[in-house]
Structures are given as C-alpha cells and as structure tokens.
C-alpha cells in the first residue's frame, strides 16, 4: 500500500465505516478533492473530536488539492479533542497577518510576496506560511507562490520551499521531533 492510501485511510478513519468507504471510494477514483470534503462534512455530521494535528493535516490536504479557501471555515468548526498535546496549530484567519516577504529575507524570491502565517510548531516555534503575490485589486493569489518556514523575531534564513511542496514544508516542520504527524499526508 503506498504513503499517500495509508494516509487517506488514516483520515478516513476518523468517520464511521460506512462514510469511511465512500471516503476510500472516491479518492480510488481520483476524486480527492470529493474525498475531502466528505471527510470534514463526516468530521461535523457526527461531532468528531480531532487533534489540533489532524487538523493541520487537513489543512495542508485541503491546500494540496486546491480546496484551502472553500474548506478553511469548515475545517475550523470542527471539534477539538480534549486534552490535545498536539504541538502543531492552524492559525486562525484574524490571527495570520502577513508578513513582507523581505523582512523575513533576503532571497529574492520572497521579495514582492507576502507570507502569510499559517501552522505553527509549538515545540521549536517556526512557523509555516503561504508566500502570495498581491493581486491588482488589493487581495492575495488564490494560490501560494512558495511555502515557507520561519522562525518568527530569530534573524535565521527561512526555508523556502516551492509552490508544490506543502507536504515537504509540513513534514520539515514536524521533523523537530514534537509535531509529528499520526500518518504521512494524503
């Protein structure tokens, strides 16, 4: 079985068998951003509690797949388990407020783009962002530039990583040894 069916059957889990099955089904036939979205729909409808981490992860997923905006609110209403030692956290929208790329850097990359805040790790304090262009109007591109990671007020160089590589930024971040997830990402 590959990492990426271990991981969709992991979140898959979370749901009663049946609506885990279909979950299954749908990502067999290609259809992950269907698969996620019933996931997190399972995830209200029952009132499952998840992990400040099951959280993160879907929220990386739902970036993957291009579904962050339609499913950020949702993922958010979803339950909190008790007594979480999760150490990785989605920041709220209200709590994300972008950074300029260049005060984080010097790499030219980063330089027009701004980085949102978006996971932190509260065992080594980086934080992962989305690097977005500005947009004519005003807003931020749908989709992220880069991703990055940063230690925020620490003059250390930040990680950048392309605009493909969610799941590699996630994963160096939960490499601190304190914010591992349960399962590799889907």
């Known amino acids: 079985m590959t990492d990426e069916a271990t991981a969709w059957q992991s979140l898959a889990a979370l749901l009663p068998p049946a609506q885990a099955q279909e979950v299954m089904d749908c ?11 019933l996931v997190v729909s399972g995830l209200l409808a029952h009132d499952i509690p998840i992990s400040a981490s099951i959280r993160a992860q879907l929220a990386v997923t739902s970036e993957m797949w291009g579904q962050r905006e339609a499913l950020e609110g949702r993922i958010s209403r979803c339950r909190p388990r008790g007594n979480d030692d999760s150490t990785l956290h989605v920041l709220a929208p209200a709590d994300a407020v972008p950074l300029t790329g260049a005060s984080l850097s010097g790499r030219p990359e980063l330089a027009d783009l701004l980085v949102v805040p978006w996971i932190t790790c509260s065992h080594c304090g980086q934080v992962l962002g989305r690097a977005h262009e500005r947009e004519p109007w ?16 620490v003059p250390a160089q930040p990680q950048v990583f392309g605009f493909t590589a969610v799941r590699d930024a996630l994963t160096v971040l939960t490499s601190c040894s304190g914010g591992q997830p349960s399962a590799p990402l889907p």
Request: proline share 4%.
């Open 138 to 153: 005003g807003g931020l591109s749908f989709l992220a530039a880069h991703y990055v990671l940063f230690q925020p007020e």
């Open 27 to 37: 990502w067999s036939i290609g259809e992950q951003e269907g698969a996620l979205g």
